[in-house]
């Protein structure tokens, strides 16, 4: 079945580093694919996505591109800040046979320190 | 405010017992998704529910069941709990249960079993 896999955590960086956190996916279909963001006591937000190959997402200084030949969707951040730590979620959305429900991986914590 | 509500935010209850999770999905979305968030196995999509109709199951379990009422509100009923039942419960909606869609989560129920 549909699946994501991202890096263990946790990743622990200084201000202004530059982030990459892994995700790769196995999918029947062409799913669409996501980031989320879970800052600490609080709901999943959507980060960013992109629903075919080659696309890129970008939001708040993050940028992710569908690479289907890799099966991949890595994050990246130029500069990372403090209020970036949280925990980051890959994710696929595929019609198959989970309907169109989200598909998770495991969660990277990013811990960034001033 | 996401526009998911999820009540109660907490529930401590005993093994062996009953509870109900109830989920208001954003004005407009059809589509509601419950999650089980647990340490040791991440997020783990349960069922997806589409204007009144089961769209699809995950892992959830047979003590577990769901509904989503004519007012497009969405219950999750956890029977017979038991100690590893704990985690956080999250319901997410979407306007319309396709791949390109992101969802917008609530900010969960937590439940402790004692």
């Known amino acids: 079945g549909d699946s994501v896999t991202q890096m263990e955590g946790p990743v622990t960086l200084s201000e202004e580093a530059f982030l990459t956190i892994n995700c790769t996916y196995t999918?029947?279909?062409?799913?669409?694919l996501f980031w989320y963001v879970q800052y600490p006591g609080e709901g999943l937000q959507l980060l960013l996505k992109a629903t075919k190959a080659d696309d890129k997402g970008s939001n708040k200084g993050f940028e992710a591109t569908y690479r289907k030949e890799t099966t991949s969707f890595h994050l990246e951040k130029g500069s990372v800040q403090v209020s970036d730590s949280a925990v980051y979620f890959c994710?696929?959305?595929?019609?198959?046979?989970?309907?169109?429900?989200?598909?998770f991986g495991k969660g990277t914590t990013l811990s960034v320190s001033s | 405010d996401s526009g998911v509500t999820q009540t109660p935010k907490h529930l401590i209850t005993a093994t062996g017992q009953r509870v109900t999770l109830r989920c208001s999905p954003r004005s407009g979305d059809l589509s509601v998704y419950w999650y089980q968030q647990s340490l040791d196995q991440g997020l783990q999509f349960l069922i997806q529910y589409y204007n009144g109709e089961e769209r699809a199951k995950g892992n959830i379990l047979e003590r577990f069941s769901a509904q989503q009422f004519p007012d497009l509100h969405s219950e999750l009923n956890l029977s017979s709990l038991e100690l590893g039942d704990s985690a956080l419960y999250f319901c997410?909606?979407?306007?319309?249960?396709?791949?390109?869609?992101?969802?917008?989560f609530g900010s969960g129920t937590r439940l402790t079993v004692v």
């Open positions: 999918a029947t279909g062409y799913p669409s």
């Open positions: 994710a696929l959305s595929d019609d198959g046979q989970a309907g169109t429900a989200l598909i």
């Open positions: 997410a909606s979407s306007a319309q249960p396709g791949q390109n869609y992101g969802y917008t």
